[in-house]
């Protein structure tokens, strides 16, 4: 027997192996941290045919990692996904064998919930935004749902989270970070992806649900929009941060970054982030030229130390990984499109209408 098949023996009662013999299609939800995917999340698991567990990151902390890193991070989906996975011996390393073990968590995820004749099983994690190739390589006919939002607002959440140390600034280039999955969109649209818009899931949540259901294939539920979350797809510790997510939908943070940020705050974001803003639909407050000055550029460096040392190990190791293995492929094989999603967009520099320049 193989370490898989241990892993994962055959159910052992008839509502487990009704469950596995359904036809089962995956979907991804991703985007920006604090853009809204848990919010999302939340809204299509209430869908009697859809399971979205809490985050795996099975992409970026276990998929290509040494065998123990991949043992640490089984301990940590066991807890966050209050499923049981046995210890295996050997790295899982071939698309084929994760295949399999990204498909038995998801038969386990689907136990637990109790739900029966599941037919989508949804993974909900912002750092596979740049691994979507990779998943799509495993899971050919998955689905991305991305997710993106206001990068004012995006930056003033991220600045009271307690899992990252960020200025205004190294916000601004997360963001940067990760809307490089909607640029690449507009460049090549994707039929299996569909762009979901906070503001307007926010204020309707009925047409943009319902929208999201035709896209997976299945039939709109008015508990989906109109319903409330459910801590058991909620890590404990995530709570803090996250406990807005349980409640129904509604407007109230959408404009919520003007409570928060400054004007100098307001105008850092934008010098930032401001061409990308207007392409999306989103209106700066200040002037252009959006150009980061060389204030900005002194401070990114330090501001960008100070957030990387607030990671963990893993997540600075496991993006160190990816963009190495990027690297070499894109130098061994120059005409192979790369896993990544390329450079973060450019910086720029704003000032507020009628106001002197601010750093």
């Given amino acids: 027997m193989s370490d898989l098949d241990a892993h994962f023996p055959p159910a052992s009662n008839t509502k487990q192996i009704e469950v596995k013999k359904m036809p089962l299609s995956h979907f991804f939800i991703t985007g ?11 809204a299509l698991n209430r869908h009697t045919d859809v399971v979205v567990p809490a985050e795996t990151k099975y992409f970026c902390y276990f998929y290509g990692m040494p065998i123990r890193w991949q043992r640490q991070h089984v301990e940590r989906m066991k807890s966050d996904l209050g ?3 046995e210890a295996h011996t050997r790295v899982i390393s071939d698309d084929e064998a994760h295949l399999r073990y990204f498909r038995g968590i998801a038969e386990r995820c689907i136990d637990r919930s109790g739900k029966s004749g599941v037919r989508f099983f949804g993974e ?70 569909l762009i ?3 503001e307007d899931l926010a204020r309707s949540p009925r047409k943009v649900l319902r929208q999201a259901c035709a896209f997976l294939g299945a039939e709109f539920q008015a508990e989906v929009a109109d319903g409330t979350g459910d801590s058991q797809i909620i890590p404990e510790r995530e709570l803090r941060w996250k406990s807005h997510s349980l409640r129904s939908i509604d407007t109230s943070r959408i404009d919520q970054w003007k409570e ?7 105008a850092q974001v934008e010098r ?3 061409s990308t803003m ?10 252009p030229p959006y150009r980061p000055c060389l204030y900005d550029r002194a401070l990114l460096i330090p501001e960008s130390l100070r957030t990387a040392s607030s990671l963990t190990y893993q997540c600075l190791l496991s993006e160190l990984r990816f963009c190495l293995k990027t690297k070499i492929s894109s130098a061994v094989h120059p005409n192979k499109p790369q896993q990544g999603w390329g450079q973060g967009s450019a910086g720029h520099r704003t000032r507020r209408r009628g106001s002197a320049p601010q750093g």
């Avoid at 928060?260 to 307001?266: G, P, Q, Y």
């Fill in 32 to 42: 920006c941290p604090r853009s809204g995917t848990t919010m999302l999340q939340q």
């Fill in 83 to 85: 499923i049981h996975l």
């Fill in 124 to 193: 909900k994690t912002p750092e596979h935004a740049n691994r979507i190739p990779l998943i799509r390589r495993v899971l050919p006919d998955s689905k991305v749902i991305y997710v993106h939002r206001d990068p004012r607002a995006v930056v003033a959440s991220l600045l009271k989270v307690p899992w990252i140390t960020c200025s205004p600034r190294t916000a601004s280039l997360v963001w940067n970070k990760y809307v490089q999955f909607w640029l690449l969109h507009q460049r090549s649209p994707d039929p299996n992806t």
């Fill in 196 to 198: 979901v818009r906070y």
């Fill in 260 to 266: 928060i940020l400054s004007d100098r705050e307001v």
């Fill in 272 to 274: 930032l982030t401001g």
């Fill in 278 to 287: 207007l392409q999306m639909g989103y209106q700066p407050e200040t002037d």
